[in-house]
T-cell receptor, first 114, second 115 residues
Framework: DGGITQSPKYLFRKEGQNVTLSCEQN?????MYWYRQDPGQGLRLIYY???????QKGDIAEGYSVSREKKESFPLTVTSAQKNPTAFYLC?????????????FGNGTRLTVT | AQSVTQLGSHVSVSEGALVLLRCNYS??????LFWYVQYPNQGLQLLLK??????LVKGINGFEAEFKKSETSFHLTKPSAHMSDAAEYFC?????????????FGKGTHLIIQP
């Protein structure tokens, strides 16, 4: 089955540690996105990538980093510089043609930092 | 910049009653608009989308939404609520790149269904 896999579903880290969230897709979609969800805040865009080896900052990129070395993969690193990293993180993809298409979402990773 | 306002963080209706979830948007370009549903600890599932064709859009699970340009609204309705409709609902508008640079989401409306 084609889909978006985010792993792990739950992740726990100590404050001050970097952590990498995985997002893999076998939909052959060109564009990939990372969103952060907090209660009552909706979804906010962290980073996105429209093609391999290229990515752009979203609205809340500070404290995060990404890479896009393969079309299928778009890992997100939450660095120790992120002041409030505890959140639900969602990865999404967009098929071509890019205009007007809906985002497809993975099932998310819940990160808890203590 | 695009923005989305969802009126009411929580909406409660009785089973069998009309569901109305409100969404107003602001966009500097002709918008693409979407409604998504989210169940606890899951990702978002597309309910329906507006992409400049018919202004009344039908989606899955009996939901529909009407695009009203003059009111910059895209409200979601369902004639008869079912217990399984209890979830979080998000309205979203495409960013300036037609969606290629992502969507802007509202803060969500939690739909509660009373038996």
């Amino acid at each position: 089955d084609g889909g978006i896999t985010q792993s792990p579903k739950y992740l726990f880290r100590k404050e001050g540690q970097n952590v990498t969230l995985s997002c893999e897709q076998n939909l052959n979609h060109d564009a990939m996105y990372w969103y952060r969800q907090d209660p009552g805040q909706g979804l906010r865009l962290i980073y996105y990538s429209q093609i391999v080896n290229d990515f752009q900052k979203g609205d809340i990129a500070e404290g995060y980093s990404v890479s896009r070395e393969k079309k299928e993969s778009f890992p997100l690193t939450v660095t120790s510089a992120q002041k409030n990293p505890t959140a639900f993180y969602l990865c999404a993809t967009l098929p071509g043609p890019l205009f007007g298409g809906p985002l497809h979402f993975g099932n998310g990773t819940r990160l808890t930092v203590t | 910049a695009q923005s989305v306002t969802q009126l009411g963080s929580h909406v409660s209706v009785s089973e069998g009653a009309l569901v109305l979830l409100r969404c107003n948007y602001s966009s500097s370009v002709p918008p693409y608009l979407f409604w998504y549903v989210q169940y606890p600890n899951q990702g978002l599932q597309l309910l329906l989308k507006y992409t400049s064709a018919a202004t009344l859009v039908k989606g899955i699970n009996g939901f529909e939404a009407e695009f009203k340009k003059s009111e910059t609204s895209f409200h979601l309705t369902k004639p008869s609520a079912h217990m399984s409709d209890a979830a979080e609902y998000f309205c979203a508008v495409s960013n300036s790149g037609g969606g290629a640079d992502g969507l802007t989401f509202g803060k969500g409306t939690h739909l509660i269904i009373q038996p």
